[in-house]
Structure formats: structure tokens, C-alpha cells
């Protein structure tokens, strides 16, 4: 049998299953982070859809970044990420991890999340409501389904471009991957 069809089959049994569960890691920078209790709990209750908090880096596949980020909360959200298991990915909340938002010409925060991260998605609003909340989720585990969130290929692809940005923000940053 064909090595790569062995591979791609394999590959949409992994892809299926990681969307039936996924351990997220809610990074609680900024406004947004308090949309995510009423998502988490009884009304809007996120995890009959498969989705629940992670204790860990090395648990979680979901990075959510809830808002503005400043620079020295952006070496630990790095190293966060370099921690999780692949596959990973990354979401960003509201305006301000796209392009600095309110922010936009603040000294301390950063501009675009994609810059540093890989992103595989962003969800609109300032700050997003559960409703928004749970639909984007819903539709990243559709890309994962369809073997589309594919942000943790695009960081190890494009390495030195990610490295390149975030030590021109902090200098020398400590390196797991
Ligand atoms: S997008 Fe709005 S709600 Fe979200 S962190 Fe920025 S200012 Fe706060």
C-alpha cells in the first residue's frame, strides 16, 4: 500500500479525533478574559462541545490569547507555547492581537499577535461575547477536522521569521524549540 495514502488516512483519523476534545490553555491577558467564565459555565457551557480548560502547557492543543499583550507578557506566552505538545493552536481575542486595538500606539504592547505567534484564528469583537466566543470555536474545530489549522507546521516552516520578530521585541529569549 502506498506509503502516503497510509499517512493522509492516519493523518484524518488523528485530525478527526483531536477536534472531539480539545484541553484549552486560556492565556488571560486583557478585557476579554472575562468572557470566558459565563462560555466555560452552565448557560453557555463550551465543554458539551468537547471543549474544556488544561491544567498545563504539555495538556493543552489551544492557546487562547484573550486580549492586549504586553511585551513582557509576550515571553511568557512564547515560552507557554513552545511547551505544548503539537499539534497546538493559537487563537486570538478582539482587536488588540490584531492589530493593537486601543493599544495601537502603546510602548509596552504589541501590535500583532501573528507577528509572533502563529495564529490560526481570531475572534471579532471588543471584547467578544460567548456567543462569538463558541462559534469560532466551533469553526476552528471544523479547520482542525478538515486538517486546516495547520499554525504549528507554519512555526516550525517559517522558524527564523517568528525567532527574527520576537527578539527584535526582547532581546535574547530562551529557546525550546
Ligand atoms: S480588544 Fe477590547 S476587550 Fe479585547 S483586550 Fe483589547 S480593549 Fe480589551
Known amino acids: 500500500m502506498n506509503n502516503n495514502f497510509v499517512k493522509g488516512s492516519w493523518q484524518e483519523i488523528l485530525d478527526w479525533a483531536q477536534n472531539k476534545s480539545i484541553n484549552m490553555l486560556h492565556y488571560c491577558t486583557g478585557c476579554g478574559a472575562i468572557e470566558l467564565p459565563p462560555t466555560m459555565t452552565s448557560r453557555y457551557d ?6 474544556g480548560p488544561a491544567a498545563t502547557p504539555r495538556q493543552a492543543d489551544l492557546l487562547l490569547v484573550t486580549g ?7 515571553r511568557r506566552l512564547i515560552y507557554t507555547y513552545e511547551q505544548m505538545q503539537a499539534p497546538k493552536f493559537v487563537v486570538g481575542f478582539g482587536s488588540c492581537t490584531i492589530n493593537g486595538g486601543m493599544y495601537w500606539d502603546s510602548y509596552n504592547t504589541i501590535k500583532q499577535l501573528d507577528k509572533y505567534l502563529p495564529v490560526e484564528m481570531y475572534i471579532a469583537g471588543c471584547m ?11 469553526k476552528l474545530k ?23 520578530n520576537q527578539e527584535a521585541v526582547l532581546g535574547e529569549v530562551q529557546r525550546t524549540q
Open 68 to 74: 492586549y499583550l504586553s511585551t513582557k507578557t509576550l
Open 142 to 164: 471544523k479547520m482542525i477536522a478538515d486538517g486546516e489549522a495547520d499554525g504549528y507546521q507554519r512555526y516550525q516552516d517559517n522558524l527564523e521569521y517568528y525567532h527574527q
Open 46 to 51: 463550551m465543554s458539551r462541545f468537547g471543549i
Open 128 to 138: 467578544p461575547r460567548p456567543e462569538a466566543i463558541l462559534d469560532g470555536l466551533l
